[in-house]
């Protein structure tokens, strides 16, 4: 089983390779990747948001599933307090250093590299049962994530950037699941023409949501190529890989399996806890001028060891 769920993600990261490819061709270039990664943040992201929970959830079930937000907040939240305590452990050379490593112990890529294997897994059902948890994953990211990262200041900034285009679009899903629960049977959607418009706007989200996946992991082999291993050599760094990808998911699993959910979310949770060190972390640790090289080194050994430890978790977890 190990070697059919490692041929399955290779495939993957296979994408990822192309863009790594585009990028040393110099066909993907920096300005072109930063653009790319907006359009995927602010427009396919969203589409795929809006699609997948209009698709899969109704009212009812959107509230019985209020374990998947709850449950990715107890996985960051779980990697959060590890780090704290890891981070008392090793010998940083400054502070910035300290703060990155325990915003790599607190966040990992809960969506753009989950989402295929889910897909993959679980279908159409599973996609939507991800992005309806990556509500509480977008809360930890700017709350303790940055919390981690400043050095435990929060400011206005971090609860300003919880109102992201994705979020909205999540909220406005759930709106559109309320209203159309509320208004079935009704006249108001009878019309013919109010219907076909309706199903040709969802059509080109659905459509445009599909687009989201194979370009974000374009884009992100397209970062990967800037990336460098050759100062991943320290203790805290590997102690860092350590704990990311083995130690927190152990720990948040044995949490988790504490949450009255069905298998599948339950599955759902910990594909998510096993996941490498978020991208995004190394944009986050520019901006609020923490150690970039820390979190660059790490976002890349954390990837390549997460072909081997993903599918080992996953042959463990799906016995």
Known sequence: MFFQ??????SIFLIMFVGIAARKKSILTDSAISSISRCVTNFFYPCLIVSSITSNFTTSSLVSNWALPIGTIIIMGTG???????SRCFAFENEKEKNTFLFQCTINNYVFLPLPIIAMLFGKVGVGLLIFSSLGSEISVWTIGILGLTGNHIGSKSIKNLISVPICALIFSIIIVLIRDIFAGSQIFSNMFLKETIAGLANAIDILGQASVPVALFVAGGRMFNLS????KTPQQLGACFLRLIFIPAVACVFLALLPVSREIFLVLAVVSIMPSA???IILSETYKADTNFASSNVLITHICSLITVPAWLTFLMK
Do not use: E
Request: aromatic share 16%.
């Open 5 to 10: 769920i490692f041929i399955r993600i290779f």
């Open 80 to 86: 959060y307090i590890i780090g704290v305590v890891a």
């Open 229 to 232: 291993i050759k100062d991943m």
């Open 279 to 281: 991208i995004v972390s």
